[in-house]
């Protein structure tokens, strides 16, 4: 989905709520404010609004003094967080990743040899993991050895961004304005500590989110170096499991 695509689902969920009351929303939007504003009163209208820019949560629904804020997915909804490579390695050292295992994500991101990508040769996707296969496996286990570690970036990753005095999302929504299903951060967060995460092997990951850069331009010219010294996040099962935790969990 192209970021138009997404403003313009963000418009249409936004027109469907703002300055409605609950009686004149659909059956899909009367569910989710059920679930995200009990205390909400039914006969008076209901604000919605962008979130601020650069945040988590891309609309807020508002009555009064009760606020709900929501990061809106739309279609295949695989990406779901970007940030720089620097910032990234921070996270990792200020939650106790050693230097070897930061090293090991460094050799896989880059994939030139080097640890900040001064290399000259850039290896495509399988030939890194082929060159560093034991890393990568040692790695894999270190970032998912803590189901405590594994919350701080689903966290990072879907609510609170890398700003943490941005305001966060409270609830993470897949659709439009006429179908859609949703979780909240105590449904995921839940999810997680239950799950065992040593079943992905054919991706660096944490828990169920890849790590990749943005790019790497193996065998090619480099394009835009920043895209290399930055990290993409995606949770390639997103869509499935909102509909699976939200059956599973309690909101």
């Known amino acids: 989905m192209s970021l138009n695509e997404g403003l313009m689902n963000e418009d249409q969920i936004i027109r469907a709520i703002d300055g409605k009351t609950y009686y004149e929303l659909n059956a899909n939007l009367q569910h989710l404010i059920y679930f995200t ?7 008076k209208k209901i604000n919605c609004f962008h979130a601020e820019e650069y945040t988590k949560p891309d609309i807020c629904i508002n009555q009064d003094d009760m606020s709900t804020y929501i990061s809106i997915k739309h279609g295949s909804a695989e990406g779901v967080h970007e940030e720089r490579l620097d910032s990234f390695v921070e996270f990792l050292k200020e939650n106790g990743i050693d230097d070897y295992t930061i090293e090991s994500y460094l050799l896989y991101h ?40 594994v919350k701080k970036f689903a966290d990072r990753a879907l609510f609170q961004g890398v ?17 859609g299903s949703f979780i909240s951060k105590n449904q995921i967060m ?29 065998g090619r010219e480099i394009k835009n170096d920043d895209y290399r010294r930055r990290v993409t996040v995606s949770y390639s099962k997103l869509v499935s499991d909102i509909m699976y935790i939200f059956k599973r969990y309690k909101f």
Do not use: C, Q
Request: no cysteine.
């Open 163 to 179: 700003n943490p005095l941005a305001t966060p999302a409270d609830i993470i929504y897949h659709g439009d304005e006429d179908f």
């Open 110 to 149: 880059f994939g030139d040899g080097t640890t900040d990508g001064t290399g000259t040769e850039r290896l495509g996707y399988f030939n890194v993991f082929v060159t560093y296969h034991e890393r990568i496996v040692k790695m894999n286990e270190k970032f998912n050895e803590s189901h405590e570690f």
């Open 190 to 218: 839940r999810h997680i500590e239950l799950r065992k995460w040593d079943y992905m092997t054919s991706v660096v990951h944490i828990g169920p989110f890849i790590l990749r850069p943005k790019a790497r331009y193996p």
């Open 37 to 43: 504003l009990p205390r909400l009163d039914r006969n």
